[in-house]
């Protein structure tokens, strides 16, 4: 049942709000935008599409500032006309953080609400800007307070609710983290919902360090169990782990919760593909996703999920180069999809070519695979644990980049680390020319195509973990001869 609520916007977006609402006169300004939903399993985010700025006439400003209801049903009947409902922004220019609705505001905002019902099919969105920090605040009008507004893109800024998700109080042992990047940031990071798709190798080094960082919620997603080759590469992980066939999600949570440090620590371990309706459906709970998966379907889901549904997804992997039997060299890389920033398609992280075969299994036949040249990346999987270990500390530090904006820059490209040059590449450009997840895909929400289905190998694994353990219960109970 949907019981949160939540906003986000577009990095570029909010900079032509910003433009429009920040005045250099000290008056209040508003204007009307254009969202959809984007829902999860217990949440629905309004993701914000575009901005109708008031034409001449259509506002008028003067210590308050007053709408003309042609302004109204101009941006109501567009916002109809592209499936969105409307919204209505107002700045606070002292304001900092979240802002409380006073009576004008609300009396403002529900003198609109009707209509805006009527016209769009969906509740009016109201909007704040407070002009001291850029915060933004939201709620809807069921009316429903949103929980968190999000501005996502080349930066990342949450303005939180504290009356819905209060500040957690720093723990002791939280001291060095916080001496690192101050309260702000330690305030943002506990108040974060971060999903972890893929509790593998560098998946389980993320869980861990993100529990120790003080993320307050983390949902970690695998449907995999440990076996007896995983030993060399899965923190954790022991050879009784591997016998009992443990789920490697389960695993991780437990050790996410002797690692934690945020008081009131929070984690769900599902054991499911995000490929699958209700893993996609917990994944769009989020507020950022790690990406801990090598597969191209997981990954066109969390590419959909990063520019449809603003969900920053911090994506990374390994590739060892051991041509004859000794290493050549290896590689490493590690960026964010994020509106304004290159999609993991046009990272050449996935190719949706492959997409249709995985569904279809395909990518679960040996001999399909071994038909494939030796180049090709999914023949590439040999991980070891030092490189897993380099590709988990390169997502993390893209993670804390974007949240703390060390020397206020939060985006510094997408990197990728040669093993034998000790070299860095990095790739600033956004997607290539045609890609259709920076232009027609952002911000369209639950009216994105689906990408979600039925996932045989995750059904196959819940199956055997379950069938492992009815065994072990019936040799239990047999009469020992
Ligand atoms: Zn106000
Ligand atoms: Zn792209």
């Known amino acids: 049942m949907i019981t949160r609520f939540s906003a986000a916007v577009p990095s570029p977006l909010a900079r032509r709000l910003g433009k429009h609402l920040l005045r250099t006169d000290g008056q209040e300004d508003c204007c009307f935008v254009l969202w959809r939903p984007a829902t999860g399993a217990r949440r629905t985010t309004a993701v914000l599409v575009d901005v109708v700025l008031p034409l001449e006439g259509e506002r008028i400003v003067h210590g308050t500032v007053d709408l003309t209801s042609a302004y109204f049903l101009r941006s109501a009947i567009l916002a109809a006309e592209r499936g969105c409902g409307v919204g209505l922004i107002h700045s606070h220019p002292q304001g900092h953080g979240w802002q409380r609705l006073n009576q004008v505001d609300h009396d403002a905002e529900t003198s609109f609400a009707?209509?805006?019902?009527?016209?769009?099919?969906?509740?009016?969105?109201?909007?704040?800007?407070?002009?001291?920090?850029?915060?933004?605040s939201a709620r809807s009008y069921r009316p429903l307070h949103a929980e968190s507004v999000r501005v996502v893109g080349e930066e990342f800024t949450v303005t939180f609710?504290?009356?819905?998700?209060?500040?957690?109080t720093v723990t002791s042992a939280q001291q060095r983290s916080l001496s690192a990047w101050g309260q702000q940031t330690q305030d943002t990071l506990a108040r974060l919902h971060v999903g972890v798709v893929g509790t593998g190798s560098v998946g389980m080094l993320v869980v861990e360090a993100l529990a120790r960082t003080g993320i307050g919620r983390l949902t970690l997603f695998d449907f995999d169990t440990v076996e007896t080759v995983n030993l060399d590469r899965l923190l954790h992980a022991t050879s009784r782990d591997a016998r009992a066939k443990r789920p490697k999600v389960h695993l991780a949570a437990r050790e996410a919760r002797r690692a934690a440090t945020a008081p009131a620590f929070q984690v769900t371990a599902l054991e499911a593909s995000i490929t699958e309706p209700d893993g996609f459906a917990v994944a769009a709970d989020c507020d950022v996703l790690f990406s801990c998966v090598d597969r191209p379907w997981p990954r066109h889901v969390l590419n959909q999920l990063a520019y449809a549904h603003l969900i920053p997804v911090v994506d990374g992997g390994v590739s060892v180069?051991?041509?004859?039997?000794?290493?050549?060299?290896?590689?490493?890389?590690?960026?964010?999809?994020?509106?304004?920033?290159?999609?993991?398609?046009?990272?050449?992280?996935?190719?949706?070519?492959?997409?249709?075969?995985?569904?279809d299994g395909l990518l679960e036949d040996p001999s399909y695979i071994t038909g494939l040249p030796p180049s090709h990346p999914m023949r590439r999987k040999e991980n070891v644990f030092v490189f897993s270990t380099a590709a988990a500390a390169a997502e993390l530090t893209q993670f804390i980049t974007m949240v703390a904006a060390p020397g206020g820059v939060s985006d510094n490209g997408a990197h990728l680390y040669h093993l034998a040059t000790g070299t860095l590449d990095r790739r600033t450009e956004g997607c290539e020319p045609g890609c259709p997840y920076n232009t027609t895909l952002l911000a369209l929400g639950d009216a994105a195509p689906a990408v979600t289905g039925r996932h045989l190998a995750a059904e196959r694994?819940?199956?055997?973990?379950?069938?492992?353990?009815?065994?072990?219960?019936?040799?239990?109970?047999?009469p020992r001869s």
Request: aromatic share 10%; glycine share 10%.
């Open 321 to 359: 180069n051991a041509r004859s039997g000794s290493l050549q060299g290896a590689e490493w890389r590690a960026h964010i999809a994020a509106p304004g920033r290159a999609c993991l398609e046009c990272l050449g992280q996935y190719d949706s070519a492959y997409v249709p075969m995985e569904r």
């Open 161 to 168: 609710n504290s009356l819905l998700l209060p500040t957690p």
């Open 461 to 478: 694994a819940r199956n055997t973990f379950r069938s492992h353990f009815t065994r072990l219960a019936h040799r239990w109970r047999e």
């Open 114 to 136: 009707a209509q805006a019902f009527a016209i769009t099919d969906r509740p009016l969105l109201g909007m704040t800007f407070a002009e001291g920090d850029g915060g933004h």
